[in-house]
């Protein structure tokens, strides 16, 4: 069996949202399937010290236009889809991400993350706000008013925190985040390096 | 004529220091050589209002970790040795590099820009006291006092300056930085990417 790669994502990080767009051809690829977990990326900016790049880059000349460069790139070798900016960020995801987790226990996991993904950068809404996300979330088929509500179940609350704590002990401060076995990886860059690493352990296994 | 990419060096940056020492390979892979550009960047930081990583990664949890964890992973992807922590970091490189310049300008670019990594990265010195620097330059078989005292003169000065406003121009922030054309890369990872990008223009030509 190959190597099980994990995805940390929260659906706020426009980054985390082209490393989902580009995950598809590299399952395919290399034939694994990621593993995503959900993590709430304010809890890990939190516990680390650190904030967002919108933030560390403001005021810094060249820096933020070079991020700008970084991310066509990307594009254009992962061959996705850029993400249209959601005017509400930053938008406040402790619910969305709660409700991944609710989808996970519910077993809608894969379309809630595809739809949540969507609604924040193809289609961008102010996803924090109940009304909102809840008419979201129907729309994309998922039956939103039960996934917002399970979000605020003791159980659901406190997989988020686990995750999220267990992240920054494994050592993550920001998003998107990859492992491969304890192997770290970070940001959307690295994901060639994550398809590398796996293509290696499945060399060995075979050697 | 293969497309000459440019490395915008300090030296007093490590992570110039191991670009540095993982170029000879690259150059002979690919049958190109570097044009090495002597930059002040310390005067890079102060026209983008940009930080050293030593300040900005300070106090957030795990961020350093993981930069000395790409740093290990640079060091074997690049077969090269690691440095020697200066402890005297940071070193004021102002007049180093204006050296550098002025080793330019008397046709010794070259074993300079080798004695400057040497004693900063490999046997590192305070090479900003002028007697420690001198000294190590004659150790290495340069004319550490006629090079020292060039530096002052104004061509050299004005020459630096320009290098690193020109950087600046052309969208460099930090170190190191790479040029193939007007495609700018950053950091010692991005190594990578520079070859990549020689051998692409390289097919191109071609075909």
């Given at each position: 069996m190959s190597p099980r790669p994990r995805f940390l994502f929260d659906v706020g990080s426009p980054n985390a949202f082209l490393a989902h767009e580009a995950i598809p051809a590299i399952e395919k690829r290399i034939g694994v399937r990621f593993d995503y977990v959900p993590v709430l990326l304010g809890g890990i900016f939190k516990a680390t010290n650190n904030k967002s790049p919108a933030e560390?880059?403001?005021g810094i000349k060249n820096k933020r236009e070079f991020q700008a460069i970084e991310t066509e790139r990307f594009i254009k070798r992962f061959q996705v889809a850029p993400y249209v900016w959601n005017p509400f960020f930053p938008v406040n995801t402790l619910n969305l991400m709660r409700a991944a987790v609710a989808a996970q226990f519910e077993g809608v996991f894969e379309p809630y993350v595809e739809a949540a993904f969507h609604h924040m950068w193809r289609e961008p809404k102010?996803?924090?706000?109940?009304?909102?996300?809840?008419?979201?979330?129907?729309?994309s088929g998922?039956?939103?008013?039960?996934?917002l509500a399970r979000a605020q179940e003791g159980d659901v609350k406190a997989t988020l925190i686990t995750n999220t704590q267990d992240a920054v002990e494994r050592g993550a401060f920001g998003s998107p985040t990859f492992f491969v076995g304890s192997e770290m990886f970070f940001g959307k860059e690295q994901l060639r390096d994550v398809e590398e690493m796996i293509l290696g352990k499945q060399q060995q296994r075979r050697e």
């Open positions: 560390t880059l403001a102010k996803m924090d706000d109940p009304g909102v996300a809840t008419e979201a979330l129907v729309a998922l039956d939103g008013v039960r996934l």
